[in-house]
Nanobody
Framework: QVQLVESGGGLVQAGGSLRLSCAAS????????ITWYHQGPGQEREFVAG???????YYADSVKGRFIISRDNAKNTVYLQMNSLKPEDTAMYYC????????????????WGQGTQVTVSS
């Protein structure tokens, strides 16, 4: 079992930055891939960025060059540094965990946090 708790969301102006955190407890954290998704009102959950247990990172095209995903296994935490934020980044952000490798399909994930809201004003 893995429990995930997101934090760090909030309201920011366009061009600003936020750092989201996904804190994990339960199973062996270092053996899990952690991925961030976002979901806007009435929209499907979309892949944002993921980091495997091997530290390989993946990004959606829409966030490449703006977002950075990283992990600190000693703190059981994954971070999503979000820079140059745009109004279209506004959504609820969720982190999810599965064994080893990143998958883009959200159905492949076993564990989810409850989300943190990010709102970017224009």
């Amino acid at each position: 079992q893995v429990q995930l708790v997101e934090s760090g969301g909030g309201l920011v102006q366009a061009g600003g930055s936020l750092r989201l955190s996904c804190a994990a407890s339960g199973s062996i954290f270092s053996g899990n891939a952690i991925t961030w998704y976002h979901q806007g009102p009435g929209q499907e959950r979309e892949f944002v960025a993921g980091i495997s247990s091997y530290l390989t990172t993946y990004y959606a095209d829409s966030v490449k060059g703006r977002f950075i995903i990283s992990r600190d296994n000693a703190k059981n935490t994954v971070y999503l540094q979000m820079n140059s934020l745009k109004p279209e980044d506004t959504a609820m952000y969720y982190c999810a965990a599965r064994e080893r490798t990143v998958a883009r399909n959200p159905d492949m994930y076993d564990y989810w946090g409850q989300g943190t809201q990010v709102t970017v004003s224009s």
